[in-house]
């Protein structure tokens, strides 16, 4: 009997393999996936150290395509802080909900800890100083943002007690960026825990505003 050599390379009509077909995103989708991919590089890199090639191959995509939504690597990171900075003061503003001053203010020390925690990479990008003048904000302007919706409590509060309602702004700064500079020390450090670091930062916060004095001085000898 003679063996019939059979060439192993051939493959039967009905066993070609089939063309995966891809779907082709929206243009929304596409713009939402190019964000994402941003938000993560520039949380890692940096504005400088991230580039539209990076950008353009992460999503699979030509430079062109990152261009027509976004304009830009500028742009693109524009529209990544503006994102963050509205989802950080809702967050804020939505969590003030207690009635009593010192709840108000443990709110709002756990609004700011539950964005570090649950937006790390949004808190990385919006703690950097940002490289382009036409971004739509800064840290600096989001922190006196969060200040303002402050302000408002701690003037009722002063006014209360009958200290001067017009002195609430600058309380309300040195508390709001007393727990953001917090904040930035425990997005690395992450100890104690989040309970534990809201606990001691309301309990500076209360216990000097409990022990405020209604004409503060000077104990040393410049008086300007």
């Given at each position: 009997m003679v063996a019939v050599a059979t060439d192993s390379s051939s493959t039967p009509s009905n066993d070609k393999p089939r063309r995966v077909r891809r779907t082709r995103?929206?243009?929304?989708?596409?713009?939402?996936?190019?964000?994402?991919?941003?938000?993560?590089?520039?949380?890692?890199?940096?504005?400088?150290?991230?580039?539209?090639?990076e950008i353009a191959a992460k999503a699979g995509v030509s430079k062109p395509v990152v261009y027509e939504h976004f304009g830009g690597k500028e742009g693109l990171y524009a529209v990544v802080v503006d994102r963050e900075m509205r989802c950080l003061?809702?967050?804020?503003?939505?969590?003030?909900?207690?009635?009593?001053?010192?709840?108000?203010?443990?709110?709002?020390?756990?609004?700011?800890l539950d964005y570090i925690e649950e937006y790390t990479?949004?808190?990385?990008?919006?703690?950097?100083?940002?490289?382009?003048?036409?971004?739509?904000?800064?840290?600096?302007?989001?922190?006196s943002d969060i200040a303002t919706q402050v302000e408002d409590i701690l003037g009722r509060e002063f006014k209360s007690r009958?200290?001067?309602?017009?002195?609430?702004p600058l309380y309300a700064q040195a508390l709001v960026g007393m727990v953001a500079l917090t904040g930035?020390?425990?997005?690395d450090v992450r100890k104690p825990k989040k309970a534990e670091v809201a606990a001691h930062l309301v309990n500076l916060a209360w216990h000097g505003l409990d022990g405020l004095e209604a004409k503060p001085h000077l104990i040393g000898r410049r008086k300007s």
């Open positions: 995103m929206t243009g929304a989708e596409r713009r939402q996936q190019l964000l994402e991919i941003g938000r993560t590089l520039f949380a890692a890199k940096g504005f400088e150290g991230t580039s539209v090639e003061l809702e967050m804020v503003t939505s969590s003030l909900t207690a009635g009593h001053p010192r709840e108000l203010c443990e709110q709002a020390a756990f609004a700011l990479d949004g808190f990385r990008i919006l703690v950097r100083d940002s490289p382009i003048p036409q971004s739509t904000g800064s840290f600096a302007s989001l922190i009958g200290f001067d309602p017009k002195l609430a930035q020390w425990w997005l």
